[in-house]
């Protein structure tokens, strides 16, 4: 199993442009985490789903974030339109039902210029 | 409020020295605790739960709920111990959600 997928690795985009992070769990978990990273708020929750259906957003920062799981091994995190206080790194982490450990992908680096 | 609070930013200390990356959290009922960590150039990963009470690379964490801290202890450090660490918590019927402290940059000089 290769992990949790995410694309793309890197993205550098000019602020008021649309950016669409990818992700695919691994086969056969039914939680999804997006986390964010930066210098100053450390690694925060954005939000997460279960069997497809978000659960807690609470942590998306405003309305020009958004995310859609339309299937089990696929979600996105857009963010329109970018701003440069976006950039970052971008987690998303699966886990399956009744276990403990969320295993990550390896990050979007984020820049919004 | 669910807080983590890791106050090292960064440690340094010199290999065959102890290291103990410090944990405190706030939550009011019984959280479970994690140590993630994350190498250079690598996925973040689980390092340790509290529940399982076990070693790994040497590496272990006790749970003191009186002082409500979950402190990584390590006796020797080693070169390849350096890593950002991250505490993090996840609360009861919270979908296991994480709440990560801000992370510790250990550093392991030869």
């Given at each position: 199993?290769?992990?949790?997928?995410?694309?793309?690795?890197?993205?550098?985009?000019?602020?008021?442009?649309?950016?669409?992070?990818?992700?695919?769990?691994?086969?056969?978990?039914?939680?999804?985490?997006?986390?964010?990273?930066?210098?100053?708020?450390?690694?925060?929750?954005?939000?997460?789903?279960?069997?497809?259906?978000?659960?807690?957003?609470?942590?998306?920062?405003?309305?020009?974030?958004?995310?859609?799981?339309?299937?089990?091994?696929?979600?996105?995190?857009?963010?329109?339109?970018?701003?440069?206080?976006?950039?970052?790194?971008?987690?998303?982490?699966?886990?399956?039902?009744?276990?403990?450990?969320?295993?990550?992908?390896?990050?979007?680096?984020?820049?919004?210029? | 409020?669910?807080?983590?609070?890791?106050?090292?930013k960064l440690l340094?200390?010199?290999?065959?020295?102890?290291?103990?990356?410090?944990?405190?959290?706030?939550?009011?009922?019984?959280?479970?605790?994690?140590?993630?960590?994350?190498?250079?150039?690598?996925?973040?990963?689980?390092?340790l739960r509290h529940?399982?009470?076990?070693?790994?690379?040497?590496?272990?964490?006790?749970?003191?709920?009186?002082?409500?801290?979950f402190h990584l202890?390590?006796?020797?450090?080693?070169?390849?111990?350096?890593?950002?660490?991250?505490?993090?918590?996840?609360?009861?019927?919270?979908?296991?959600?994480?709440?990560?402290?801000?992370?510790?940059?250990?550093?392991?000089?030869?």
């Amino acid at each position: 199993d290769a992990g949790v997928i995410q694309s793309p690795r890197h993205e550098v985009t000019e602020m008021g442009q649309e950016v669409t992070l990818r992700c695919k769990p691994i086969s056969g978990h039914d939680y999804l985490f997006w986390y964010r990273q930066t210098m100053m708020r450390g690694l925060e929750l954005l939000i997460y789903f279960n069997n497809n259906v978000p659960i807690d957003d609470s942590g998306m920062p405003e309305d020009r974030f958004s995310a859609k799981m339309p299937n089990a091994s696929f979600s996105t995190l857009k963010i329109q339109p970018s701003e440069p206080r976006d950039s970052a790194v971008y987690f998303c982490a699966s886990r399956v039902s009744g276990g403990r450990e969320q295993y990550f992908g390896p990050g979007t680096r984020l820049t919004v210029t | 409020a669910q807080r983590v609070t890791q106050p090292e930013k960064l440690l340094s200390v010199f290999k065959g020295a102890p290291v103990e990356l410090k944990c405190n959290y706030s939550y009011s009922g019984s959280p479970e605790l994690f140590w993630y960590v994350q190498y250079s150039r690598q996925r973040l990963q689980l390092l340790l739960r509290h529940i399982s009470r076990e070693s790994i690379k040497g590496f272990t964490a006790d749970l003191n709920k009186g002082e409500t801290s979950f402190h990584l202890k390590k006796p020797f450090a080693q070169e390849e111990d350096s890593a950002m660490y991250y505490c993090a918590l996840s609360g009861n019927n919270q979908g296991g959600k994480l709440i990560f402290g801000q992370g510790t940059e250990l550093s392991v000089k030869p």
